[in-house]
């Protein structure tokens, strides 16, 4: 009877806690950009091949700094509208996603 009672009351501590960074909350994740922009416009050409890969976190970080996307590969090129080489250029929502991603230090998450 008193188990489950403080399992959740653990599940909601710790809930609590991840989101009292503000930041946290608002930033999209490696995950969503992985899966929604990189994996969909980069990853065709950018794969496991030499040059720049986005295939995976530690690959993607490569093109990022974190914190200043302005100094990010990654950000410049999809910013400028050079990447993707060929087809739909990324929406601004798409841009600013990345964008705030680095700003938020380029989590793994
Ligand atoms: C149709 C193939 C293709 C797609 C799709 C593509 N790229 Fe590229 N990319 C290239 C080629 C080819 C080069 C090398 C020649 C050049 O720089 O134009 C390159 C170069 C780059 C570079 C290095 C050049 C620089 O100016 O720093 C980065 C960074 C890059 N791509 C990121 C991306 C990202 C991010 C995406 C997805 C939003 C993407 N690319 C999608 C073909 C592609």
Known sequence: M???AMLIAVVVLASGCATIDPKAQVAPTY??????????SCVQCHGVLGGYSFD???HTMKAVSPGDP??????FVVSKGKMPKL??????PQVQAIRDWIIAGAPDN
């Open 56 to 58: 995976t976190y530690d």
């Open 31 to 40: 995950r969503s950009i992985s899966a929604t922009i990189l994996s969909v």
């Open 87 to 92: 087809g739909t250029k990324l929406s601004a």
């Open 2 to 4: 008193f188990k489950p």
């Open 70 to 75: 302005d100094s990010s590969r990654l950000y």
